[in-house]
């Protein structure tokens, strides 16, 4: 498998970017009618999820990066809670929500298979590789 070196290359997080960019177009069309409270819910969740992802990659090490994975996991549940608030209340269509709820539920997948492999993996991060010893 071919080293990850920047946080944009992951899957995972490039996915959560997707479903911002339909989260945000939604918000933007006035689909949460001035309910203030759900679309800054609804937007930080989302953006936790690509966002813990970014962030526990550049923590350099598998234990904070597979910590901060099952915080954008969990922010993918919160997601899909909020999605059914919304589909309750009329705001998003049944398409809408089953689109947005099966994208949020592939993510979570995507993440708990890097959170599985992260686990099971030799390599502890670039904080953890042995740097050259100098010699005289």
Not at 30 to 36: D, I, L, N, T
Not at 92 to 120: G, P, R
Request: glycine fraction near 8%.
């Amino acid at each position: 498998m071919a080293t990850i070196e920047r946080f944009e290359e992951i899957i995972s997080w490039k996915e959560a970017r997707g479903l911002n960019k339909v989260i945000g177009k939604l918000i933007d069309e006035g689909k949460f009618k001035q309910s203030y409270r759900l679309i800054n819910q609804i937007e930080g969740s989302a953006g936790s999820i690509m966002d813990n992802i970014a962030e526990g990659f550049e923590r350099g090490g598998n234990k904070e990066f597979i910590q901060f994975l099952y915080i954008a996991k969990g922010s993918c549940g919160e997601l899909r809670s909020q999605l059914f608030r919304a589909l309750d209340r009329n705001y998003i269509n049944e398409k809408e929500f089953n689109d947005l709820s099966v994208h949020a539920m592939k993510i979570s997948s995507l993440i708990q298979k890097l959170i599985t492999y992260l686990e099971h993996s030799e390599n502890k991060g670039i904080k953890y590789k042995q740097k050259p010893s100098k010699t005289s």
